[in-house]
């Protein structure tokens, strides 16, 4: 009997912290639905200076609009944010990880660390997303059906789906074997 209920408070943990990374996740979509690129700085910012660090810069800043490359023609605006990535790398995170916890806080850690883990791989799917488009771009690559702009979305579908599968995969090595030394 004891053990059912032990089993039972722990996949109501789960759940909580599922529903709680699912409400920050709606909250944070809202939010990026209605936002400006002043109020996305706090992820343009440093996605631009990663940009830079990678060798496709400089960028400068077009006040109020985005970050511009003159050398390369390229813009980096809201839409470049990759706040849906951020969501789905945290959702991943925490709903995926989540049966791994086996204390209140593992649960907490693992909201609060899984949106520092969301937010940085966010920033490095990124630049490495626009570093890759710009060279695309200055390339010109095309073929056939694949134009230049189909060529810069395949790409970022590419690179937002390796670094999310690389993500839950180092995340789920790190919980099961922080499971197997706890247990």
Request: aromatic share 8%; net charge positive.
């Amino acid at each position: 009997m004891r053990g059912a209920f032990r089993g039972e408070r722990r996949r109501v943990a789960n759940l909580t912290v599922a529903a709680v990374a699912l409400g920050l996740a709606w909250g944070l979509k809202v939010f990026y639905s209605r936002a400006s690129f002043d109020e996305l700085r706090w992820v343009l910012d440093p996605t631009v200076r990663l940009v830079e660090a990678l060798g496709a810069g400089p960028f400068e800043l077009e006040t109020h609009h985005g970050w511009l490359s003159r050398v390369h023609r390229f813009e980096v605006v809201p839409a470049c944010a990759g706040l849906n990535f951020m969501i789905a790398a945290y959702l991943s995170l925490c709903c995926g990880l989540a049966h791994h916890c086996t204390r209140s806080r593992q649960r907490v850690a693992l909201v609060l660390g899984g949106a520092a883990a969301a937010y940085a791989t966010t920033l490095l799917a990124n630049a490495t997303r626009i570093v890759l488009a710009i060279h695309l771009r200055d390339a010109a690559w095309s073929w056939g059906p694949l134009t230049p702009e189909r060529v810069h979305l395949v790409a970022g579908v590419v690179v937002y789906s390796l670094v999310l599968l690389a993500l839950y995969s180092a995340a789920s090595r790190m919980a099961g074997g922080n499971r197997d030394r706890t247990t």
